[in-house]
């Protein structure tokens, strides 16, 4: 009976839902009476989103590919098909480097196959995924706001005007600059694909739960398609059954704890699948792994939790006031040592403490709101876990923050007294939002404008000063890139990325005692550095120490034997040692996994004319 009254207001004229809205004073000066006065259809919501998305992220179709990045795409053989067959989909999805996304993986896989490494193609895909991801946040909003307009926790203003509120809701979201890393940083398309199929998987099992006969049971197959595409595209999407299960709780059951105790099997059939997932990604020793997972990092699991405690907070005033001022790909973020050192983690978790409060107090009066909260706090507790992650990334809050500004619209029109000046309001703050997410995208249109934005803002790690050096070095700014890897060094000594990279720049300079003495202290740390390896035995060669560089060469062809750079340089290590066939084998080598190498062809023609000479 509850459900037939549910379907029956979502069912009714717009203006008896609260759509239709009085067409009076100077709403028309203004030109508010046709936002204000009709509903928005999802088309025209989807037009209107998909031209902001593209004009907000246009700068950014030519940024180059950045950081991991380049795991996942330039430096990953799998992506390379060169037909659409599903021998190439599965390699390109489970052997590529993040192998629990096997969806992602695919869909650059896909890219790869139509345009190459064409940066653009990989930004437009990333853009639509965002737009599409906001329509089905508009639509899921929408249908949310007419349950609660239909059931006795509805606004004391009467009914929601549903498509007025997700419309803002959505394009806020959509705009929201923290956004920008999940769609500008090309890798991130993990998140926001596992965001937009996320939302879109619960938003057909709400349109099940109101469907009836042979459709609802579709809509449900679409619901669990989706929700496996989410999994598959970022392994923070398994909360998905808990959220379907809440929600049925909070909107269709009225948050009947008479319903819940009945829920036993879903409640059994959501436990199954997280302890499943669980055992697929942790095994049978989840805590041996996890402990192990921690020797890379400067902090143990109980430190991480506290930190993360500061960084939700973080995350917080993120969505508040996302100044790009305050937007960061590499935070330096200071861990937690005790609930006191720094005191803000105990402020910190008497403020969450205050959210989960204010969840339980409002959920009954105020259900989406204390739905955000719940969606906010649950979707981030498994990056904000025990789990060995990066303390802090943006990127981490594309799901998390589509309920807030669901929630914050809808709070909104509560307190506003005049509607018309509602919808002036949010449109102040999404063209605010819109501005600011275009100034951040001036920093990822350039890799060299990113990285030095990361130093302004973290100037004290490491890891921005090396990337910095590294974009420098390949621009030719050696002696720049010098200066900030030694920067790194003298941050993070057992840097090995940064040893390796300062030893490589010396090398180019010419100060060959230098770089051996960098780059030995890099193999010290990691024997099995293939580039220190290969870096070491360059500048063993340029100083004249050749047998020295031979063994380096050797060592590392044994670590990886299908680089080009490492049987060119051993080939011409062999020359000046006299080894003309050696030299000619390892150029042809060179020449076979790099045929479009001048200059190792240069360098297998003057062998030859060595050998034809003798």
């Known amino acids: 009976m509850a459900d037939d009254r549910v379907r029956e207001n979502m069912n009714k004229p717009a203006e008896k839902a609260g759509e239709k809205m009085p067409e009076k004073g100077p709403a028309k000066s203004f030109g ?34 950045v950081f991991d990045d380049k795991l996942s795409i330039p430096d990953n053989k799998f992506i390379r098909i060169s037909t659409i067959s599903l021998g ?31 940066v653009a193609g990989y930004h437009a895909v990333n853009i639509l995924v965002h737009v599409l991801a906001a329509v089905f946040l508009f639509l899921l909003i929408k249908a949310t706001l007419d349950l609660c307009s239909g059931q006795s926790g509805k606004s004391g203003r009467g009914p929601y005007p549903s498509s007025l509120l997700a419309f803002f809701a959505a394009l806020i979201w959509l705009v929201h600059p923290v956004q920008t890393q999940a769609v500008s940083y090309i890798v991130q398309r993990m998140a926001s694909m596992a965001g937009m199929f996320y939302v879109l998987s619960l938003l057909l099992y709400v349109y099940g739960r109101l469907g009836r006969g042979y459709a609802r049971w579709v809509l449900y197959g679409g619901s669990v398609l989706s929700g496996l595409l989410a999994a598959g595209s970022k392994e923070t999407a398994v909360t998905l059954p808990l959220f379907v299960l809440l929600y049925e709780w909070y909107f269709f059951q009225g948050l009947s704890f008479k319903w819940l105790k009945k829920a036993v099997l879903p409640l059994i059939g959501v436990a199954a699948v997280l302890a499943a997932v669980g055992y697929f990604y942790l095994g049978v020793h989840p805590v041996d792994l996890i ?24 995350y917080l005033t993120l969505l508040i006031l996302p100044l790009p001022s305050r937007l960061n790909l590499d935070y330096d973020f200071p861990v937690s040592r005790s ?20 969840a339980v107090y409002s959920a009954k009066r105020q259900r989406l709101i204390s739905f955000a909260i719940v969606w906010f706090l649950g979707n981030l507790v498994i990056e904000s876990s025990v789990v060995a992650l990066e303390l ?11 309920f807030v500004t669901a929630a914050a619209v809808a709070a909104a029109y509560q307190y506003a007294r005049d509607r018309r000046v ?29 990285w030095q934005d990361c130093v302004k803002k973290s100037p004290d790690k490491a890891r921005p000063r090396n990337n910095l050096g590294d974009v420098l070095l390949r621009l030719g700014m050696t002696d720049e890139a010098i200066r900030n890897f030694s920067k790194a060094v003298e941050l993070d000594p057992n840097y090995v990325d940064a040893l390796n990279n300062l030893g490589n720049a010396l090398y180019s300079r010419g100060y060959y ?17 293939v580039s220190a390896k290969n870096n070491m035995a360059n500048s063993l060669a340029a100083s004249g120490r050749i047998d020295e560089a031979i063994k380096y060469y050797g060592e590392t062809l044994k670590l990886a034997p299908e680089t080009a750079d490492v049987h060119n340089g051993l080939g011409v290590a062999l020359v000046v040692k006299g080894d003309i066939d050696g030299a000619v084998t390892h150029f042809r080598e060179a020449l076979r996994l790099a045929p479009d190498n001048v200059g190792v062809r240069m360098n297998l023609e003057r062998a030859r004319a060595i050998k034809n000479a003798q």
């Open 339 to 358: 609930l006191v050192d720094p005191f803000t983690t105990l402020l910190s978790l008497g403020l969450l403490a205050v959210l989960v409060a204010l």
């Open 291 to 314: 402990i192990s997972q921690y020797s890379i990092r400067d902090f143990t699991p109980g430190q991480r939790v506290m930190t993360e405690l500061r960084v939700m907070v973080l």
């Open 422 to 450: 509602l919808v002036g309001l949010l449109c102040i703050v999404a063209c605010i939002f819109s501005v600011w997410s275009f100034q951040r995208n001036a920093v990822w249109a350039d890799e060299l404008t990113l």
């Open 88 to 118: 190439a989909l599965e390699d390109a999805g489970f052997k590529s480097w993040c192998h629990n996304r096997p969806v992602a993986n695919i869909s650059f896989a896909l890219n790869y196959y139509f345009g190459g490494y064409d």
């Open 392 to 402: 802090v990334y943006e990127h981490r809050l594309y799901i998390p923050s589509m």
């Open 513 to 529: 005692n230098e770089s051996i003495r960098y780059l030995s202290r890099a193999l010290d740390l990691d024997p099995k550095c």
């Open 32 to 65: 508010l009476t046709g936002i204000v006065a009709r509903p928005i259809s999802w088309p025209v919501a989807a037009v209107v989103y998909a031209l902001v998305g593209f004009a907000l992220y246009a700068r950014v179709l030519h940024g180059p590919f």
